[in-house]
């Protein structure tokens, strides 16, 4: 960054009315949503004891997008964008008020899970589709990263709060508090944000569209590798989340530790993310093996440490080394033709969302086999493997992305 660049900063994205709306909708729900997936693991994890219960109530979340993902977040296209926001959110409240009932039955814990899954691709691609009307420029740079911050901030301090909370006022009490976020979001956006027209378009084949961006996408070595890195990396990063009701378990400990545990990764990428975007291109492209290394290393020591204080030192550590995904994310966005962001952005989006769902469902049948400590670095060692010979891979790509670009400039 160099010093004539006219940077706009958090302070003036705050400053514009609409976009503070934006974002206390943003980080209500997924501070609610990230309560609420804790407080249903511990529940699911004490009923049945088993480690792939407890993981399989992420794993569904993440699943979702399978179908929401290209399917369901064209409806920010076709209707009103802050309409399709309030709508999910009024339906994420009813749903997880589902929940308080006394002893809620697995079935109903888990389709309530699906069914709030589905809601997320509508109302993420609607608040993306509608930030730009909002701020625009620099504007929108400096409030699409504080927005992404949150997100991994959200994470810390719902994954915290969440277990927290359990402790305190029961596994009912967080979920009531995950359906009023949900609700005090809709009334935000009813009051703060202005409607607006659904944008005229020419109505064209959706499958049509899905399928022009996957080839896009598959016609670029870059474009693949990046998105693969990425993938690869967030699926190393999820597996000790998912695991860390598990690990706390047979640790002998309670919902407290769970929560600090499962906080720790996303901890760690909102320290190392702020350090990150203050670097050029030139210099975070240099990064990203050191980054792995940091990712991994300390995950295929979790075996050989026990307690809480030292599995979450080696996990906040390994939470820097997710950072590695935001220099995979920003080279893609870089990379990919403006016509095609859109749907480049939707097939990322559904990749990163249903290889973490997998990894999540495979490393807890698996726990309950070898133990979550031994899944979590196993998962480090093949992740290792795999992104450190797919980094050579990757520059190769880069070098002839980059002489193409000058020989059509």
């Given amino acids: ?4 660049e006219n940077r706009a900063t958090y302070r003036e994205a705050l400053a514009v009315p609409e976009f503070r709306a934006i974002f206390v909708s943003q980080g209500l729900s997924l501070v609610g949503d990230h309560v609420a997936r804790i407080a249903i693991a511990l529940l699911v994890y004490a009923r049945t004891g088993s480690a792939f219960a407890a993981s399989a109530t992420y794993g569904c979340s993440f699943l ?52 709030v899954g589905l809601l997320a691709p509508p109302f993420e691609s609607a608040r993306s589709a509608l930030l730009p009307d909002i701020v625009t420029g620099e504007l929108y740079v400096a409030g699409n990263s504080l927005i992404n911050t949150t997100i991994q901030g959200a994470q810390v301090a719902g994954f915290f709060i969440g277990g ?3 402790s305190l006022i029961s596994v009912r009490g967080a979920l009531a508090l995950d359906a009023a976020t949900f609700l005090v979001s809709a009334a935000v956006l009813r009051l703060a944000i202005a409607e607006r027209p659904v944008v005229e378009r020419e109505r064209t084949s959706l499958i049509g569209d899905v399928v022009a961006g996957v080839h ?17 990396a967030a699926v190393v990063a999820i597996v000790p989340e998912g695991l860390a009701v598990a690990v706390a378990g047979d640790d002998g400990n309670g919902a407290r530790t769970a929560g600090i545990l499962t906080a720790t990764i996303p901890l760690g990428y909102v320290v190392a993310s702020a350090v990150i975007l203050r670097w050029s291109a030139e210099q975070r492209a240099r990064q990203m093996l050191p980054l792995t290394l ?14 809480t204080a030292l599995t979450a030192v080696l996990w906040l550590v390994a939470g820097a080394g997710t950072a590695v995904q935001l220099i ?81 400039g």
């Fill in 1 to 4: 960054m160099t010093s004539g």
């Fill in 64 to 115: 979702t997008w399978l179908v929401g993902g290209p399917v369901l977040s064209a409806l920010a296209d076709r209707h009103r964008r802050r309409h399709i926001m309030i709508v999910t959110d009024l339906a994420r409240f009813a749903l997880v008020a589902l929940l308080l009932v006394p002893e809620p039955p697995l079935w109903l814990v888990f389709a309530v899970l699906v069914a």
């Fill in 164 to 166: 927290l909370l359990v």
């Fill in 216 to 232: 896009f996408v598959r016609a670029d070595p870059y474009l693949r590798g990046l998105l693969a890195y990425g993938v690869l």
């Fill in 294 to 307: 940091v990712l991994c290393l300390p995950l295929l020591l979790t075996p050989l440490v026990s307690g």
């Fill in 328 to 408: 995979a994310s920003v080279a893609y966005v870089a990379g990919t033709a403006p016509e095609f962001r859109g749907r480049a952005f939707g097939l990322a989006g559904t990749a990163l969302m249903l290889s973490q769902g997998v990894a999540l469902l495979l490393a807890g049948a698996l726990a309950d086999l070898i133990g979550p400590r031994s899944v979590v670095a196993v998962a480090a060692g093949l992740g290792l493997l795999a992104l450190v010979a797919m980094r050579s891979t990757l520059a190769g790509a880069q070098g002839n992305a980059q002489v193409r670009r000058r020989s059509t």
